[in-house]
């Protein structure tokens, strides 16, 4: 019998050996990208101080009511993408390195990022 192995530790062991190469750092911090399946979650983090400098989620409270039909579609993705690229141009971020997190580049991943670059973040 033939044991597949799960969707998460596939994508754990695709972020790890991307994360080898991926660092984020004072200039150009990391644009981290989470998805589950009701929400979406964005943060740029400095990986040299360990800090994070700016998150959005579909759960902030700037789309929490604008968002109708939840935050797990492409319409939410976008939102966030905007979100994220409109504090962090406000941070004084404007390079940042897109970590997709094991995911693939399609879909709400996708979305979330031109979204971001639409924004005015560079990547």
Known sequence: MLKKPDRNS???KKRFRVRKKITGSGERPR???FRSIQNVYAQ???DERGVTLVAASTLAPELKGKL???GGNIAAATAVGELVAKKALD???KKVVFDRAGY???GRVKALAEAAR???LEF
């Open 44 to 46: 740029i983090i400095d």
């Open 91 to 93: 941070a004084g971020i």
């Open 68 to 70: 109708a039909q939840g």
């Open 31 to 33: 644009l981290n990208v």
């Open 118 to 120: 639409a924004g005015g």
């Open 10 to 12: 596939v994508r754990a």
């Open 104 to 106: 693939i580049y399609h």
